[in-house]
């Protein structure tokens, strides 16, 4: 449940100190109580009532369960019934509450400051690339497209009501002042004297 990709038999078995031929029996046994094909689920009662709440008719058989296990690219992975996933796709969507990495952070703070700004310009101003930080943003609803830049036709983007929500301001214009933390022109020497050493 945990892995970033498909686990295969082999190394299932290694983790579990079985040979693979076992392994590979468990998981198909696995498979098939998932889908509903055995009798000897738990909670049978349960599991019917189940079917007949989601419109399946359901016998003496066990209801599928709302994950399955699939054998896809070479390896084994659960997930979650496609027949459940608007359900659990509104969890997961309510759910979120993973902290943002710094680049996630940096990168939401200069489109915040500068927007609408294209992500190139982001790019630039961080000096890395913020492709897939920029698509999280937006999955996340903290940033959306405003439109395109007329000469470069480069997609703009914007901080949304969402994240002033998050942020508990009103408006942009709500934000922090940056001018108190940059280095005054007395101190910018000190400053990039620093930086040289």
């Known amino acids: 449940m945990v892995i970033d990709e498909p686990a295969t038999a082999t190394a299932l078995a290694a983790g579990l100190n079985l040979t693979v031929d076992v392994v590979e029996s468990l998981l198909a046994e696995l498979q098939r109580e998932y889908n509903g094909y055995t009798v000897n689920a738990p909670d049978a009662d349960v599991a019917s009532l189940a079917g007949e709440i989601v419109g399946k008719k359901v016998g003496n058989n066990a209801a599928p369960r709302g994950f399955e296990l699939r054998n896809i690219a070479g390896g084994w992975r659960i997930y979650s019934r496609a027949e459940f996933a608007e359900i659990v796709g509104e969890f997961v969507l ?11 952070l940096e990168t939401l703070a200069v489109i915040a400051y500068r927007q609408p700004v294209s992500r190139a310009r ?9 492709d897939s930080v920029v698509r999280t943003l937006t999955q996340r ?11 470069s036709g480069a997609i703009l983007y914007r901080t949304t009501s969402y994240f002033l929500e998050r942020m ?19 101190g910018i020497e000190e400053y990039y004297d620093a930086g040289r050493m």
């Open 141 to 151: 609803g903290l940033i959306e497209d405003s439109g395109t830049d007329p000469e």
């Open 168 to 186: 508990g301001i009103g408006s942009v214009a709500e934000l922090p002042q940056l001018s108190p933390h940059l280095p005054g022109l007395e």
């Open 122 to 130: 982001v790019s630039a101003i961080r000096g890395v690339n913020v």
């Open 94 to 104: 309510e759910g979120q509450t993973a902290r943002l990495t710094q680049a996630a």
